[in-house]
């Protein structure tokens, strides 16, 4: 959540807390100084007021005091440990496959793009650009077993699946 987000939250927590402890208030006779809440002495009402100030209570204190243990991992992956957490960023990921696919001279171009599924697995996607006349089902299979090496030694985070997509064979002598 975003640290406006955040702040919104906060507010509108401690708002709904002191609004549902006045109307308590009122509601109760403890403080009698204004008649246009005078339907609130209503005997039917007080027991709706207590229980929905009650609710509004408990869930302003719980939004204040108590932060959601989900972290958001769409920009990265969050590993954590009994030390503490460590946030992955995609750009981090992509720089590792990056350095990995340019240690192979038979690829003049890449195009590096990761995500995650509903599973939260990590999915990579490899448009590449490769020399004529190399073995391209060679090359893929060496790829993905050395990105899946090398992000997994790196980062201990586990590849579930790469796709390779050949966007087009060149001559070796054009590199771009």
């Known amino acids: ?7 919104n939250l906060k ?9 549902s402890i006045i109307t308590l208030f009122f509601a109760f006779d403890i403080i009698n100084d204004f008649e246009f809440l005078s339907f609130l002495k209503d005997d039917n009402c007080k027991y709706i007021v207590l229980v929905v100030s009650i ?5 302003g204190i719980k939004s204040l005091f108590f932060s959601d243990s989900k972290e958001d991992i769409s920009d990265g992956v969050l590993l954590e440990n009994p030390n503490g957490k460590l946030y992955i960023t995609k750009e981090s990921i992509i720089s590792m496959i990056e350095a990995d696919v340019k240690s192979y001279s038979e690829v003049l171009n ?3 793009k990761i995500g995650f599924n509903e599973e939260k697995d990590l ?3 490899l448009e590449l650009v490769v020399e004529k006349e190399k073995s391209i089902k060679d090359l893929s299979s060496r790829l993905q077993s050395s990105i899946k090496t090398a992000v997994k030694k790196s980062s201990d985070i586990d590849i579930k699946n790469i796709d390779i997509k050949i966007k087009n064979i060149q001559d070796e002598g054009i590199k771009k």
């Not at 959540?1 to 702040?7: E, V």
């Not at 609710?55 to 869930?59: P, R, T, V, Y």
């Open 110 to 112: 890449q195009n590096v």
């Open 1 to 7: 959540m975003k640290f406006l987000d955040r702040m």
């Open 55 to 59: 609710f509004l209570i408990i869930a």
């Open 11 to 19: 507010i509108f927590s401690v708002i709904m807390v002191i609004l």
């Open 123 to 125: 999915f990579v996607e």
